[in-house]
Structure formats: C-alpha cells, structure tokens
T-cell receptor
Framework: DSGVTQTPKHLITATGQRVTLRCSPRSGDLSVYWYQQSLDQGLQFLIHYYNGEERAKGNILERFSAQQFPDLHSELNLSSLELGDSALYFC??????????????FGPGTRLTVT | KNQVEQSPQSLIILEGKNCTLQCNYTVSPFSNLRWYKQDTGRGPVSLTIMTFSENTKSNGRYTATLDADTKQSSLHITASQLSDSASYICVVSVVSGTYKYIFGTGTRLKVLA
C-alpha cells in the first residue's frame, strides 16, 4: 500500500458525459501527478500540481482539467467524454515539487470505461 | 522527437534465471531515468532512479545501468522469482523550462516455475 488513495475504483459512463476522479496524496506529500494509461498508448503524464499550483503539463487534453485543493487532495475532471478516454487513471504523490530524485508513489488507479 | 523505446516487448524466462531489459531514449535535455515495476491492474512501483552522472544503481535483485553517452539503460534481474512477473517501464524526465516525463511502452516479463 503506497498511502495514495484514489476514488472511485471503477467508473462507467456514457460518451459526452463529465466525471471527476479524486486523489488523496500520502500524508506530508505536497505534489500530486496525474497519469493516463490506455492499452494502446501506455502510461502518459498528464499534469503535476505542487502545493495547490500547477507545475508542469504533459499530454493533457483541453477537455481535461485538474486542481489541487488546500488540503492537498486533487481532482481530475474529464468532460465531453469519448470512447478513447477509456483508460486507467493513476495519481501519484511525492514530497516535493521538483522533477529530481524524489520517488513518486502511485495510487491504485481509477478504471474509466466510456460506453 | 523525445522518445523512449524498450526491448524486448515481452519475455518469458524460467524461475531462477537472470534477464536483462533494454531502454533506449532520444530525449534531451535529460534529467533522470527511472525504472518502474507494474503488476497488472496496479500502480507502478519505483525500482531505481538515476541521473546522467550515475552508471549503476541496485535495488535488491534489480540492477539498473545507464550510459548517458549512448542514451541507453538496462535493467538486470538476478535469480528471477515468480513474483517478478510484471511489466517493467522505463521513464525519462525532460527538463526544458519546465519538465515532463516520457514513458516507454514497457517490457512484459513472465517468470515460469
């Protein structure tokens, strides 16, 4: 158990809908990272927040947005969902905000299925 | 274009044998390289993290090497166990103003009894 929690575990929704995925980092960690893992694309970095501020952006679509709240939990909002958005969404946390040598601890993931 | 390529795509070995996984990258400017182990349906777990100045790093039966000149890394698994069956993912960090992570597609390892 990494100490990172993600809810819900599974989510099934229809195309065009909007969903929110939630992540609680390990106690004391200030950074939260979001990743998408689909069968045909592997893991992709979406976005990184540090202490409430956006730090880095990866291949995140404009239909997706994220935020980190004062209690350091984070939410990833996915809107106008398409079939291709079906994937595992992972959240990870680390103590600091740099891309240096600090480990990232991954949560168990949220499996999103868009029908 | 920043890319991370891993080989082989999949590998089957017998329990107790050693194996080596490869990672080649065309990423610049390079910050660090990480190897992760990912069990099916679970989040990745970090095995090693190396900067360009490090050649070798070990974590138990896992040893990663890095040649920053040739932009190649390898992950060597010694005396494999059934629990080593997983996907192994190489990730390179790019630093350019801000930073991002470039993931390889992974090597799927299966260890047979």
């Amino acid at each position: 158990d990494s100490g990172v929690t993600q809810t819900p575990k599974h989510l099934i929704t229809a195309t065009g809908q909007r969903v929110t995925l939630r992540c609680s980092p390990r106690s004391g960690d200030l950074s939260v990272y979001w990743y998408q893992q689909s069968l045909d694309q592997g893991l992709q970095f979406l976005i990184h927040y540090y202490n409430g501020e956006e730090r880095a952006k990866g291949n995140i679509l404009e239909r997706f947005s994220a935020q980190q709240f004062p209690d350091l939990h984070s939410e990833l909002n996915l809107s106008s969902l398409e079939l291709g958005d079906s994937a595992l969404y992972f959240c990870a946390s680390s103590p600091t905000g740099t891309s240096g040598m600090h480990e990232q601890y991954f949560g168990p993931g949220t499996r999103l299925t868009v029908t | 274009k920043n890319q991370v390529e891993q080989s082989p795509q999949s590998l089957i070995i017998l329990e107790g044998k050693n194996c080596t996984l490869q990672c080649n990258y065309t990423v610049s400017p390079f910050s660090n390289l990480r190897w992760y182990k990912q069990d099916t349906g679970r989040g990745p777990v970090s095995l090693t993290i190396m900067t360009f100045s490090e050649n070798t790093k070990s974590n138990g039966r896992y040893t990663a090497t890095l040649d920053a000149d040739t932009k190649q890394s390898s992950l060597h698994i010694t005396a494999s166990q059934l629990s080593d069956s997983a996907s192994y993912i190489c990730v390179v960090s790019v630093v350019s103003g801000t930073y991002k992570y470039i993931f390889g597609t992974g090597t799927r390892l299966k260890v047979l009894a």
